[in-house]
């Protein structure tokens, strides 16, 4: 995999409607990968006869590993390093394919100069469906003038 360069936003960089986004296509190894690290060896994700039996027809990724996704927007991209996350909701409304290119996307919904936290409306699009919904708090550094690359 390929990483994209950090990006670091101090609080005072963001605004409403601040927002960044990262593009995945989800490979067989991912699934692979993201059992082994996670535990969750359900075979919905890594057999294809038991999957082929279930109403999705074949496997499908962790929802955890598209809410990873997130994740890594917030912690690499906005706001990047020094973020702090402090919680996290999340919905999924449809199952996530090997193959299927994944849109995980966080835009600035509100600021709180309290504690400078910041609530982020989150989602997850996978070939033009809407696979994930949410929304995030976190902290963010203080400062200013610090958005780009890291």
């Given at each position: 995999?390929t990483?994209q360069?950090?990006?670091?936003?101090?609080?005072?960089?963001?605004?409403?409607?601040?927002?960044?986004?990262?593009?995945?296509?989800?490979?067989?190894?991912?699934?692979v990968?993201?059992?082994?690290?996670?535990?969750?060896?359900?075979?919905?994700?890594?057999?294809?006869?038991?999957?082929?039996?279930?109403?999705?027809?074949?496997?499908?990724a962790h929802?955890?590993?598209?809410?990873?996704?997130?994740?890594?927007?917030?912690?690499?991209?906005?706001?990047?390093?020094?973020?702090?996350?402090?919680?996290?909701?999340l919905n999924?409304l449809?199952?996530?394919?090997?193959?299927?290119?994944?849109?995980?996307?966080?835009?600035?919904?509100?600021?709180?100069?309290?504690?400078?936290?910041?609530?982020?409306?989150?989602?997850?699009?996978?070939?033009?469906?809407?696979?994930?919904?949410?929304?995030?708090?976190?902290?963010?550094?203080?400062?200013?003038?610090?958005?780009?690359?890291?």
């Open positions: 995999m990483f360069p950090l990006r670091t936003y101090a609080y005072d960089d963001l605004a409403i409607g601040t927002r960044d986004v990262l593009m995945r296509t989800v490979m067989e190894t991912d699934l990968d993201f059992a082994e690290v996670s535990g969750d060896v359900n075979p919905i994700h890594l057999s294809e006869d038991y999957a082929a039996s279930t109403r999705f027809g074949g496997r499908i929802g955890m590993f598209t809410a990873s996704l997130i994740s890594a927007v917030i912690g690499s991209r906005m706001p990047g390093p020094g973020a702090v996350y402090l919680s996290q909701t999924f449809a199952p996530v394919k090997i193959g299927d290119v994944v849109c995980a996307s966080v835009e600035v919904v509100e600021k709180l100069d309290k504690g400078r936290r910041v609530r982020l409306a989150c989602t997850c699009v996978a070939d033009g469906r809407a696979v994930l919904e949410g929304d995030a708090w976190v902290s963010v550094p203080a400062g200013s003038g610090r958005a780009g690359t890291a």
